[in-house]
């Protein structure tokens, strides 16, 4: 057994486990020992875990991993908990610069807990019978309902996630509802197999497919199973989306050391 160091985050009920990695420490993680880290009857619990690794050229790096122990595409909660983490690791700058799997990113904080993170801009999105298919860093299916609060997220995700089309790679399905002033949405996420609180990624893409025809820059507010968010946007074109802004709140629940099983 080995003691390691954690700080637990969530950003709108979006948990992470987050450890500085400057030093290249855990670097010896194994798929299996991330997986008991993240479950949530034997482990500490989180929807994922993330390492704040050195980067040359940039104020950090970022690399995520799934519940399921396998490293993965871009988490934008993800992203935004671990700007709150770095800035809690003595990282100051006014504008935090990083490297994620899906590229660079840059963000901004206001407070002590709300973060700006910049997604990627999205160029093409697929557009089926009732659905929308775009990828925000990661790959997510955006489907349209009239009662979000009532639908079966687990069941009916699973049944896409796992459709012949997506079962090997697997895709985010989210289900969005317009509410008075901005849209509900709730999202099953691959990797974690079920339904989480809130998606950072997944309120991207939804948001971005709420705005109208016209060319401007849009602001949508979210809410999530979890809390609030915010997507700032301006649409460039018929399916082109640029400077993408996905905003909210990222806070410590706590920190601790955890003994992991040895490899």
Not at 149 to 163: C, M, P, S, T
Request: with cysteine.
């Amino acid at each position: 057994m080995s003691a390691i160091h954690f700080y637990k985050y969530q950003g709108t009920g979006n948990d992470f486990v987050i450890m500085d990695n400057r030093n290249g420490q855990y670097d010896f993680l194994t798929e299996e020992q991330v997986h008991f880290l993240c479950d949530r009857r034997f482990g500490i619990g989180a929807d994922g875990l993330m390492l704040l690794n050195r980067q040359e050229g940039y104020d950090f790096g970022m690399k995520y991993y799934n519940a399921d122990g396998r490293e993965s595409s871009m988490c934008g909660n993800g992203g935004r908990c671990l700007v709150a983490f770095a800035r809690k690791m003595g990282l100051d700058s006014e504008v935090l610069k990083f490297i994620a799997i899906d590229g660079p990113h840059e963000a901004t904080m206001k407070g002590t807990d709300w973060v700006n993170l910049k997604m990627q801009d999205v160029n093409g999105v697929e557009v089926g019978n009732l659905y929308f298919y775009l990828n925000t860093g990661s790959p997510h299916f955006v489907k349209f309902v009239e009662n979000v609060k009532a639908l079966d997220v687990y069941e009916e995700g699973r049944q896409i996630r796992y459709n012949e089309r997506f079962k090997a790679v697997g895709t985010n399905v989210n289900f969005v509802q317009p509410t008075d002033n901005g849209i509900f949405v709730r999202t099953y996420e691959r990797g974690v197999e079920d339904e989480t609180y809130s998606c950072g990624t997944g309120v991207t893409a939804a948001a971005l497919m709420t705005s109208g025809t016209e060319e401007k820059t849009y602001t949508v507010p979210v809410q999530t199973l979890g809390g609030g968010l915010e997507v700032r946007f301006t649409k460039t074109g018929e399916r082109a989306y640029e400077d993408i802004w996905l905003c909210g709140p990222a806070t410590l629940v706590f920190e601790g050391e955890i003994d992991i099983p040895a490899k």
